[in-house]
C-alpha cells in the first residue's frame, strides 16, 4: 500500500470515487451514442440473427442431422420468427434500451479497469495480483457465457417455444417487448452464471469452499444441472440438451480446480 495513498483523507479518497464514476458514465455515454446510431444495422444482424432460419447454429444442427442417419432432419429453410410491434412508442424505447445495454456489454472492460484504478491503489501487492486475476478471469467468463447463450442458448430456446403449438388453430406472434425482454434476460443471466468460477475462487481464498465439497456433491450436481438445461431448453431432444449441459458441468469442473485442496 502507497503512503500517498494512506495519508489520503475521506474527502481526498470521495473525491476520487468522483472522478473514476464520471470517467464511467462519460464511457458509457459515448459507447451508448455510438450503438444508437449503428443500431438499425446491430439489430438485423445481430439482436434478430437467430429469427432466421441461416441463423449459424441452424446450418450447423442441419449438417449433423443429416450426416446421422435415424435423426430427424433439422430444417433451415422455412422458420423465420414474426416480431410485431403492440405498442405506439416500443420501437423507439426498444432502440434506446438496446443501445444502452449493448454499450454496457461492450464497454464492460473499461469500466472495470477504472473501478481497478480506484481500488488498486488500497491493496498490497499479493491483493492487487488475486484482485487482478479476479477482474481478468470475470470478464472472460462472463463474455463466455453470453456468447454462448447467444449461440447455443437463446437460438435453441426460441426456435422450440416459437415452433410450439397448443393447438392448430393458433398462430404464434412475437411481439417486440416480449423477444427483447427474453433476450436481454437469458444473456445476462447465463453472463452471470457463467461467473460461477470467480464466486468459487473468492469463497476459496476467503477459506469458506474447499476442494472436496465438489467431490462430495458432484452427483448432486450433475442432476441439479441436467434439470437446470431441462428447463433452458425443454425440447425433449438429447442433442440439444446435452450442448446446453456441457458447459454449465465444464463450469462446475473448472471452479473445483481452481479452489484449494
Known amino acids: 500500500m502507497s503512503a500517498g495513498n494512506s495519508e489520503k483523507t475521506f474527502w481526498g ?3 476520487d470515487l468522483r472522478k473514476v464514476l464520471f470517467k464511467m ?4 455515454i459515448v459507447f451508448t451514442a455510438v450503438s444508437f446510431v449503428y443500431m438499425r444495422d446491430i439489430f438485423d444482424r445481430i439482436i434478430l440473427g437467430p429469427c432466421h432460419g441461416d441463423f449459424i447454429l441452424y446450418r450447423l444442427f442441419a449438417k449433423i442431422t443429416g450426416g446421422i442417419p435415424g435423426l430427424p432432419q433439422f ?6 420468427v414474426k416480431i410485431i410491434n403492440t405498442g405506439l412508442a416500443s420501437q423507439f424505447f426498444t ?7 449493448f454499450a454496457l456489454i461492450c464497454a464492460c472492460p473499461f469500466l472495470l479497469y477504472f473501478l481497478w484504478s480506484f481500488i488498486s491503489p488500497a491493496l498490497y501487492d499479493k491483493e492487487k495480483r488475486g484482485a487482478r486475476t479476479a477482474f481478468l478471469l470475470g470478464t472472460i ?15 435453441v430456446t426460441l426456435r422450440f417455444l416459437y415452433e410450439y403449438q397448443l393447438s392448430s388453430s393458433i398462430d404464434n406472434l412475437l411481439s417486440l417487448d416480449s423477444y427483447m425482454s427474453n433476450f436481454t434476460t437469458m444473456h445476462i443471466v447465463i453472463g452471470l452464471v457463467f461467473e460461477l468460477p470467480l464466486v468459487a475462487w473468492a469463497l476459496s481464498a476467503a477459506g469458506i469452499l474447499r476442494r472436496a465439497f465438489f467431490r462430495r456433491y458432484r452427483r448432486h450436481a450433475i442432476v441439479v444441472l441436467l434439470i437446470l438445461a ?4 425443454p425440447t425433449g431432444d438429447p442433442f440439444t ?4 449441459f456441457l458447459p454449465l458441468y465444464l463450469l462446475y469442473e473448472l471452479s473445483a480446480l481452481i479452489v484449494k485442496k
Open 75 to 80: 430444417d433451415t429453410g422455412t422458420f423465420e
Open 141 to 155: 467468463m462472463f463474455y463466455l457465457g453470453v456468447a454462448i447463450c447467444y449461440f447455443v442458448i437463446f437460438p
Open 13 to 15: 479518497h470521495l473525491d
Open 25 to 28: 458514465v462519460a464511457v458509457l
Open 241 to 244: 440438451l446435452a450442448i446446453v
Open 230 to 233: 431441462a428447463i433452458i431448453t
Open 95 to 101: 432502440h434506446i434500451s438496446s443501445s444502452f445495454w
